[in-house]
T-cell receptor, first 115, second 110 residues
Framework: GAGVSQSPSNKVTEKGKDVELRCDPI?????LYWYRQSLGQGLEFLIY????????KSGLPSDRFSAERTGGSVSTLTIQRTQQEDSAVYLC?????????????FGEGSRLTVL | AQRVTQPEKLLSVFKGAPVELKCNYS??????LFWYVQYSRQRLQLLLR??SRESIKGFTADLNKGETSFHLKKPFAQEEDSAMYYC????????????FGQGTRLTINP
């Protein structure tokens, strides 16, 4: 089967616009993560979904950021009123959860550029 | 709170020389530690985890709870080891959030 799929692969937007980034996890994976990868900042945790539990949103940098996961599968990360500092690669990962953290399988990322 | 520190953003060594990528963590409980690697134009992928006690591509890492470290080592570096390496920590015991360090870019010179 296919790995984690993310779209779009590249997105250029103007400051102030809203953007949506999509993630299709590996089928059957119950855990889904969003990270932000930017130069000098490493891999920054944003949000984590596990099954039907309430998501861990502790990494979302502001209330402009939100994410949802529909039907326990596809996830959408939404950034409202984008700012230039939001420019980064947004990575999605999924894993099987069994007695602790399983191996994370990453997508290729969505590169966001805010002009 | 979970925190991972990789003190070296860049590390450059010659082929055949030993490599050590440093990782220190902060966590009050019993952590699970991982190393992930991203080769050029490839996806981020798992290299090894401490509970497996494996050697992957010649790399090993030992969890030192006294020093709260999980350094990645390889006795003889190869050019294909050039990549971005991330150390990561999970709280374990059902606490699945995985927190990454800032990463170390390793360059192996011929």
């Amino acid at each position: 089967g296919a790995g984690v799929s993310q779209s779009p692969s590249n997105k250029v937007t103007e400051k102030g616009k809203d953007v949506e980034l999509r993630c299709d996890p590996i089928s059957g994976h119950t855990a889904l993560y969003w990270y932000r990868q930017s130069l000098g900042q490493g891999l920054e945790f944003l949000i984590y979904f596990q099954g039907n539990s309430a998501p861990d949103k502790s990494g979302l940098p502001s209330d402009r950021f939100s994410a949802e996961r529909t039907g326990g599968s596809v996830s959408t990360l939404t950034i409202q009123r984008t700012q230039q500092e939001d420019s980064a690669v947004y990575l999605c990962a999924s894993s099987l959860f069994f007695r602790g953290t399983g191996e994370l399988f990453f997508g290729e990322g969505s590169r966001l550029t805010v002009l | 709170a979970q925190r991972v520190t990789q003190p070296e953003k860049l590390l450059s060594v010659f082929k055949g020389a030993p490599v050590e990528l440093k990782c220190n963590y902060s966590y009050s409980g019993s952590p699970e530690l991982f190393w992930y690697v991203q080769y050029s134009r490839q996806r981020l992928q798992l290299l090894l985890r401490h509970i497996s006690r494996e050697s992957i591509k010649g790399f090993t890492a030992d969890l030192n709870k006294g020093e709260t470290s999980f350094h990645l080592k390889k006795p003889f570096a190869q050019e294909e080891d050039s990549a971005m390496y991330y150390c990561a920590l999970s709280g374990g015991q059902g606490a699945q959030k995985l927190v990454f360090g800032q990463g170390t870019r390793l360059t192996i010179n011929p």
